[in-house]
Structure formats: C-alpha cells, structure tokens
C-alpha cells in the first residue's frame, strides 16, 4: 500500500509540473475523498492548492474533511473568500466544528464571518458544549418527523429536506415540542403504505443520550446496540442533535490511542507520529522516564539493604532480573486485561472482590506450574548442566517460593490500581505496564530477601 502511494504522488507530482491539468483532474475524481486526503497530505505544499482546486465542489469539501489541521490551514490561508465560502457551505454542521477547534482565532474568524447565519449559530451552539461530551460530538442536521404525519407526507418532507442532512436512514419522531417520540427508518417507510400514520410504524423504544454524557460511553453504545447513528436530547428529552457512526468510530480511534500512549507512559498526542517534532516527542516521554526512574530507585535501596546477604550467597543475584521480569510481566498481563474490561464497560468497581479472587485463583495456579517448572530448570541446567554448586535445593526453594508469591503480589498489584484508579475518577490506563512493573520490582526483592534470609539463615 506504500509502495502504491510514493507511486501516485510520483504521478500526480509529475503530471503537476508538466501541467497536465485534465490527466490530473481524472485521476483525482476516480479516487475515495479518504485516499485523496491522504495523498494530499503527503504531497508538497506549493502543489496543494493547485490539486484541491481541481477537485468538484462537492468532492473538494468531503476531501477537506478528511485532510489533517495543517494542511487544512495551508488551504484556508490561499482561499479567497468565496472559494472558503464553497468549502464552508459543502460542510456538516459537525465537521465544521471540529475545523473550527482545529484551526488558530484567526483562521477561525474568517471561517465563521464566510459562514451563513444559521451555520454560525449553529456552530456557536456546539461549541459552549464542554469537550469530550456528546454535545460536542453531534451534528444538528437530521430529519424530523411529526407522529400525525402520513408516509406519503413523511416520504415528500424528506426529499424535500434530506439533501442538506447528514443521514436519512433513521429519522426521527418529534412532537410540538421537539420531545423525542420514536425513530422510522426509510426503509420502514419504503414499504409501508402511503395513507398508514407514522405514529403507527415508529420504534418508540429509542437509545438515546444526555449532550453532556462523556463521548466515550456515548459512542460505547454504537458497538452495544449495533447503532449507525444515535439520538442526543437535553435534560427534557427534547432532541437537540444526534451522532452518526464515522464521527463515533473516530472517537474511539482517539480515546484507544490515547489509552496505548498512556500505558505505554507517555503523555498524549494529537499528531500522527511522522508529524510530531522530536521535541515535542521528547516533551511526551520525558517526564514519565524522569517519575519511573525516580521511583525505581527504591529497588536499588533495597538490593542495598540487603548487600550483606547477597555477598554471602552471591549466587541469590543472578536470578533477580528473572523474578523481577516475570512479576512485572504478571501484573501488566492484570492491569492491561482489567483496564480493558473497564473501558468496555464489561468491569466495575462493584465487581472488584469478583475480579480480585478471580485473578488470585489464576496467580496460584501460574505461579506453582512456573515454580514447578523453574525447579526442574534449576537442577538440571544450572547445577548438573552448568556445574554450578551453589545452586542447592534450597536455594532453589527460595527461588520458586519467592516467584509463586511475586506472581499473587503482581497479580494483585495488576488488578487493584486500575480499579481504583477509575473509583477515584482518573483514567485506569495510568496504572499500567511501567507503574506496575515499578511496584511489583521492589516487592519481588523485599519477597526475594526475605526468603533468602529466613531459609538460608544468612
């Protein structure tokens, strides 16, 4: 697929430069908006609004959607002003506000002075929704329907209407109010009979949410109820918008990006990795590194602690990395399969007790069958293979009493801290790999020494 890309930007740069306009205009009208975007993001900036000016107007707005902020601002900064209008007026009240969050206060100004007055308020409306809730998220043009209506009546109201909206596969039921009464699909209405009562044909069990639910239970519901498209009303039911599934899928790109970049311990990015400067990467990693190697200097006053063990029986260190490795592996194996329970909505605090014996059961049953495991390892390889006499039964005994007891520790660890991490209303995936590793570290060792000095009377 990368292949095929340099080779169409060769093309189309080749074809540029030659001033093959029409060749280039019938390459781009054959392509998806998607991939035209894509292209474009990757094409050189003086040829860009060149390109986009070949496109069709219709074509041109789908494409300006799904380019990426900074090439869109290159656009808008060379448009004149009725070539932003066209952009503007082609655009979903939806993804004019996600341009609008995009774009810096004076590109935005000159977006809402092109815009018309409804779009504008519109777009305002919107906007005093708080990030990240489903007010934020919809679009306000859908088709709404009357319950007293005919399908004759509802079928002339949505191809007098639907050109401008969104979808008209769900419309939507409303009494004088706006009060949300029931949803019809235009498939219903394709095959029932023109003189039959809407009220008669609408689903009234509707999924709907509140404009301030968090967008990321909103768009849970997508993948819940097998939705396309979902309903927003304010306090009083009355609909105010709705969210259709290309803007809920890009959420959740968003969100499960962000949850990788913070259990991997990083702060997150709204660039695309090739498009993030390496300061601003450093400025993303940096400080987590600075907190996990603070914090993992306990492990070294622990091992110091214990220095005088260790120069006893200095065998003990050489499998430190390998108990610590397998605690830390344990626990992130808990904290990633709980923090990815939580998002799903599949674990709740109140399931806390369930998933703790749970994961103590599955601690047991890992830690006696790798104890089991390492034992064999250890008289076989290490003493018989490797001639290594230090390697006693008993100090195979420390050894795999201290893995089976670091696995329930991590085990433990792993599924605790998510849990109150999302009880205390932070995002679970902060507890994960790197904080867990750091804490099951010093609790092997304290486990590890403590065996050591009990068992072998060091």
Known sequence: MAERTATLEGTITALAEQKKYPALRDILVTMNPADVAALFDEIDEHLLPLLFRLLPKDMAAETFVEMEPDPQELLIRGFSDSELKEVVDELYVDDAVDLVEEMPANVVRRILKQADPETRRLI????????????????????????TMTVADAVKRIKRTGTDKETINICYVIDDGRHLLGTVSIRTLILSEDDEPVAEIMQENVISVGTLTDQED????????????????????????????????????????????????????DKPYLKTSVWETFKARF???LLLMISATFTGQIITSFENALAVAAVLTAYIPMLMDTGGNSGSQASVTVIRGISLGDIEFSDYFKVLWKEIRVAVICGVALAAANFVKLMLVDRLLFHNPEVTVTVAAVICLTMVCTILCAKVVGCTLPMLAE????????????????????????????????????
């Open 287 to 289: 400080p987590w590194l």
């Open 124 to 147: 305002n409306n919107i906007l005093q929704y708080p990030d990240d809730c489903a007010g934020s998220l919809m679009t306000t043009e859908f088709v709404d329907l009357l319950p």
């Open 423 to 458: 009880r205390l209303g932070f995002d679970p995936a902060v507890m994960s790999s790197p904080f867990i590793t750091t804490i099951v570290d010093a609790l092997s060792l304290l486990i590890y020494f403590r065996f050591a000095v009990s068992i072998l009377r060091l």
């Open 218 to 269: 909103a768009t849970a519901l997508f993948s819940k109820y097998d939705l396309t498209v979902l309903p927003v009303v304010d306090n009083e039911n009355r609909l105010v918008g709705i969210i259709t599934v290309d803007d809920a899928l890009d959420v959740l790109e968003t969100e499960t990006t962000e949850d990788i970049e913070i259990m991997g311990g990083m702060t997150p990015t």
